[in-house]
């Protein structure tokens, strides 16, 4: 059984060391080990602050701590958490590691389970229960750009040398209105610096 609590809901503190899936963030003293996207952990540097909204899972063999830069993404995983059985922590951190905010939510309003099942872990049918779970519970859910759009874009940037994360960010930073994946890709280069 997991139980979250409230109890470490924001850490602001020293990044003191790195490793592939989390963070130390020292604060008061206190080193508290950190899981975050991979977003969150290329903009986490050594010896530098960070801030963080977090969520604090207790199970009977782990207490967890997971960590994210904006407010908005927390309230995401909190809700893939406790509205979708057969969520947890790790999975809802998979599926914000690869999917930001809005790409979720136009792949729940278009019911585009394809966008999920790339998340390692999620297959068809939980991919399925996601949809079907959250429809009507994000806001701004809209039709949009779709979700593939989206992704052929991202694998795109990703081929000409960026990473994932700092490829997403461009990304994000552009208008959805604009949804031609060349077109897309030119403004996230632009932005992007090339």
Known sequence: MVYDLDMISHLSGLVIYKDGRSIVVETGGIGYKVFVTGKTLDGAKDGKNISLWTHFAVREDAQTLYGFINKEDLDLFELLVSAVSGVGPKSALNILNVSSAQALRRAVSSGDTAHLTRVSGIGKKLADKIILELKGK???????????????????????????AEAREALEKIDNKISDTGERVKKALKILGK
């Open 138 to 164: 994000l806001e701004g859910e809209d039709g949009g750009l779709a979700p593939k759009d989206e992704a052929d874009a991202l694998e795109a940037l990703k081929s000409l040398g960026f990473g994932h």
